[in-house]
């Protein structure tokens, strides 16, 4: 039996680069930056000055309210500064600047095993909270937030997002085929929480090692079931995914609490084990450097702060008689491009994508006018008709956008965009519609919210 | 790091689908129908084909050249134009129309209002109706062989006529180039097969049309009338082609349906009460006008508010049928039916007209005859001998208007040298021949042939009993003159006379 959603593209994979490549940790030199941003939400306030010595997994900044994050040192040495840095997005951002002595340091002994069997639901929330735990799918939503929906016992559905339908990536791969044991108690101990929950581990089919790994962690485990996906994108998005197990489509003002769903990243739930277990904080996620212009694709279990370009050295650089043209934060799907490989590697980051030959500049040398062929209506996993959406849009006919065609629905996953053959760019296209009614409605509303 | 990066939105790859696949893989899947029109028509149509391609390019690039626009001929559109363009012409139409037709198409149609993609109505069939109202005469269909107009089979169902839906299925038939259903269905479940075009319109086209001609057609729901009409009239072309151009169809699904249905109800409509046999075309048209509309008001709402409040089964997918497999299924499906449905259908009205034929041969043979009646004697007489050869198939009475027997006629078949030589022989109440004819002859063309010809036939009128044959002329009463280099044949016939004679002297005689 294999499950999936309705419409989504299937994207050219090229995980075939790195699939193999284990798991391995890269320890950086040099200075490390972490900016204070690092999740949805608030930033976080920093707790340490100029000048003081810490350790790793030494919390350095805390969480500004609830929804906020914690950060933690991830290498032992001096903060060097605290001040604007470049980021990812490309903007400037304030940053806590540690400069790394090398020796990598503890604060605590993160290799005991702590007993978890007494823990009350709350007590995990509070160690999740503590540990700085963000959704490490791509979002970086604060996770003890999604963890404290109004009323936990509706929750049906824990599900375990080890889809990674993103082309390219494939260290949720390596990680579900070296730790499924680890996820498997994550996802047990998220179980916890939601008495009438069942855990469903979703994997998409082109990862056969995972789904026999995990398959074999989750055996003789009652409440947890590991699904195959047909390989899809978007699957690993939190709606096509719930619609996948459940059924159940919900309105973008829903969350998937409402449906009676809870998704974490099988990266999330092994974060969530070590932070209960183990205690150990969040400085660190698996991550894969690929592309067809990298010499060596890799996975890792990076240390948050290392820079994306120090990342691509250890990967032995650009491979020869290649030329980068397009860096991504991410894969192609969803990934950012980036202007400077020269900024730090953030919590919920989960890859760099190197391309040598950039589809989109081909692409945009191929447009032509739309055929209306409805591709783009078949592929959309809302349920959209994005080519009328994209007509209305270019019209500025705002109000048929939003109203008739329920263009704020647009979950911006790109399969439109990825499937249509006439090339036109129709996800930029909504993303500044969206964009736009948010601003009208903002100046209409008078600053309501 | 050196170089320069690209930066823009996501996403950042691309699906292999372009323009000009999709144009190209339409071009290959009318090859078939262009294949078979140009084979059974001939250089004419092969000549109607590469005029209307050649000028719609050319036009296309004239006019965007005029136009400073971006050149367009490579992403296909106009070639597709062109060919369709072609395929619904007749193959004896003049030439110029054809090069007339790709420029209207192209310039006024598509060029006019923006190019691909913002033509309201297909200009191929645009271009068709321009041509047919401007200039009706020369785009009345002739057949290739001979120039005299004749009704074509669309317009020979109009008038109940009996059509021959085999040779309309393979596309021999009187029509246009593009009038093979076989070659026509190949291609079309191709790009069904391919998700080229949406399967909600071209099967909804046809079933609307099914269902208006079974319901309306005066014949019920006998397949053969059905399909005759889904054969005639451009209905498949229409159906898989013309109605499924992308530009100009709605793109929700509930929309398509509607439209398909309407361009279906519609074609039947006209071609049932309409008075032109090619109304199909202006059923297209009409849908193409209606599809702003349709878009505008039939719009598919996101999956989570079509049903509120219920939840929807899981999907899974369990085994699926490849469309590919479903399409030439279809396809073998379509062609086994469509010729057996031929073959049952055409049967009985074979059957027919050989009765016909047979009913003809005897009044000409027995002129004083009225109507003929069996016997059981003759027919008891006729089964026993049914092996013998020369043989008596069937003996017939022949009475006038009072019921008085005036004569007889006979069937009777002898072995000839090209293979049955059948007759109806006439006799007089008394024995005497009226008259001979052939049912069925097929001998040397010139020699055995001469045997219909009055002067060989004529010898036996009015001659009984037995007869011999000779060589050169004929002296006596009982001899009949044999036709020169053709013995067999005239042994033959004067050897089916004399059976028929004798049938008449053991059997018939005092007037069983």
């Known amino acids: 039996m294999r499950n999936t959603f309705r419409g989504g593209v299937h994207p050219a994979e090229h995980k075939e680069l790195s699939r193999d490549a284990k798991l391995r940790l890269y320890d950086p030199k040099g200075e490390m930056v972490f900016p204070l941003q690092q999740h949805i939400g608030k930033p976080a306030k920093p707790i340490v000055q100029k000048g003081d010595e810490v350790l790793v997994g030494q919390k350095i900044a805390e969480a500004d309210g609830f929804v906020s994050a914690h950060i933690f040192s991830s290498c032992s040495g001096k903060v060097k500064a605290i001040e604007k840095r470049r980021v990812l997005t490309g903007g400037m951002a304030e940053c806590i600047v540690i400069d790394n002595d090398g020796q990598f340091t503890a604060a605590a002994d993160y290799s005991t095993r702590d007993s978890a069997g007494d823990l009350s639901g709350n007590e995990i929330i509070q160690r999740v909270q503590d540990a700085g735990i963000v959704g490490l799918g791509g979002a970086g939503f604060p996770t003890h937030v999604k963890l404290k929906p109004k009323v936990p016992e509706a929750i049906e559905y824990v599900i375990a997002n080890g889809a990674e339908c993103e082309p390219y990536l494939t260290c949720n791969d390596q990680l579900m085929r070296t730790h499924a044991p680890a996820i498997v108690e994550g996802l047990e101990l998220v179980l916890r929480l939601f008495p009438n929950a069942a855990g469903i581990i979703c994997i998409e089919d082109n990862k056969p090692e995972a789904i026999h790994a995990m398959q074999i962690a989750a055996s003789g485990k009652q409440r947890i079931t590991v699904r195959t996906m047909i390989t899809k994108y978007p699957q690993g998005g939190e709606r096509s995914l719930i619609q996948a197990v459940t059924g159940i489509d919900f309105p973008i003002s829903s969350l998937p609490a409402d449906v009676g769903c809870i998704v974490q990243n099988v990266g999330t739930l092994y974060a969530i084990q070590r932070a209960v277990l183990y205690r150990e904080p969040l400085f660190s996620q698996c991550f894969t450097l690929t592309g067809e212009a990298v010499k060596e694709p890799s996975n890792f279990f990076v240390r948050v702060g290392t820079s994306y370009a120090e990342l691509l050295e250890a990967c032995g650089g650009i491979k020869e008689g290649k030329t980068a043209v397009k860096a991504l934060a991410g894969g192609p799907m969803m990934g950012v491009a980036m202007g400077t490989l020269d900024v730090p590697i953030q919590k919920q980051n989960n890859g760099l994508t190197l391309l040598a030959e950039d589809p989109v500049e081909k692409a945009e040398k191929m447009m032509t006018a739309c055929l209306h062929c409805g591709r783009c209506t078949t592929v959309c996993p809302v349920g959209l008709m994005p080519q009328l959406m994209a007509d209305a849009a270019i019209a500025g006919d705002l109000t048929r956008y939003e109203k008739k065609l329920y263009g704020l629905e647009c979950i911006q996953c790109g399969s439109c965009t990825v499937a249509c053959p006439a090339k036109r760019p129709l996800m930029q296209t909504f993303k500044q519609a969206k964009a736009e009614i948010q601003e009208k409605k903002k100046r209409e509303g008078g600053g309501q919210k | ?512």
């Open chain 2, 1 to 512: 790091m050196n170089g320069v990066l690209n930066l823009s939105s996501s996403p950042h790859t691309r699906d292999k689908w372009t323009t000009p696949y999709i144009m190209r893989m339409v071009l290959l899947s009318l090859m078939p129908a262009t294949i078979v029109g140009i084979v059974v028509n001939g250089w004419n149509a092969f000549g109607i084909v590469a005029l209307a391609v050649v000028s719609a390019v050319a036009s296309e690039w004239v006019f965007n050249k005029i136009c400073h626009k971006p050149d367009t001929i490579w992403d296909g559109s106009a070639a597709i134009t062109g060919l369709l363009l072609a395929l619904s012409l007749g193959p004896n139409t003049p030439l110029y129309l054809p090069v007339l037709g790709s420029v209207f198409a192209i310039v006024v149609c598509k060029g006019c209002f923006g190019g691909l993609g913002k033509n309201f109505i297909n200009p191929a069939l645009a271009a068709r109706c321009f041509l047919l109202i401007s200039f009706a005469n020369a785009m009345a269909i002739k057949p290739a062989v001979d120039a005299v107009a004749s009704a074509t089979p669309v317009g020979a169902l109009k008038a109940f006529e009996q059509v021959d839906i085999t040779s309309m299925f393979l596309g021999t038939a009187d029509g246009v180039i593009g009038g093979s259903i076989l070659a026509l269905l190949a291609g079309g479940l191709l790009l069904w097969s391919l998700d080229i075009i949406h399967g909600q319109i071209c099967f909804s086209v046809l079933i609307g049309f099914t269902l208006l001609i079974g319901l309306f057609g005066g014949k019920g729901f006998e397949p053969g009338f059905l399909l005759a009409h889904l054969c005639g009239g451009g209905v498949v072309m229409g159906a898989f082609f013309m109605a499924t151009d992308y530009v100009t169809s709605p793109v929700s699904r509930l929309g398509q349906f509607i439209y398909g249905c309407l361009i279906g109800v519609l074609g039947g409509i006209f071609r049932l009460w309409g008075n032109t046999a090619d109304s199909f075309s202006y059923a297209i048209i009409i849908g193409n006008v209606c599809t702003p509309l349709i878009d505008t008001y039939i719009v598919q709402k996101p999956l989570a508010y079509r049903k509120i409040g219920k939840t929807r089964t899981v999907k899974k997918e369990p085994f699926r049928i490849p469309k590919p497999v479903i399409a030439l299924t279809l396809i073998a499906a379509i062609a086994g039916v469509a010729l057996s449905g031929v073959f049952f259908m055409t049967k009985d009205t074979i059957e027919k007209q050989e009765m016909a034929k047979e009913t003809a041969a005897y009044s000409a043979v027995c002129p004083d005859a009225d109507r003929f009646t069996t016997s059981e004697a003759a027919d008891k007489a006729a089964e026993a001998a049914a092996n013998d050869m020369p043989r008596v198939n069937k003996a017939y009475i022949a009475l006038d208007k009072d019921g008085n027997t005036v004569g007889y006629a006979l069937n009777v078949t002898a072995k000839g040298f090209g293979g049955n030589v059948t007759m109806a022989i006439g006799l007089t109440k008394d024995g005497k021949i009226t008259g001979l004819a052939f049912t069925e002859l097929s001998e040397t063309a010139g020699l055995g042939m001469k045997a219909d010809e009055p002067e060989f036939k004529s010898q036996f009128t009015g001659k009984g009993g037995k007869l011999s044959l000779v060589k050169g002329a004929a002296s006596g009463e009982q001899e009949i003159s044999a036709i020169t280099g053709a013995s067999v044949t005239s042994n033959a016939v004067v050897g089916g006379v004399n059976a028929g004679l004798n049938f008449y002297e053991t059997v018939l005689k005092g007037g069983n």
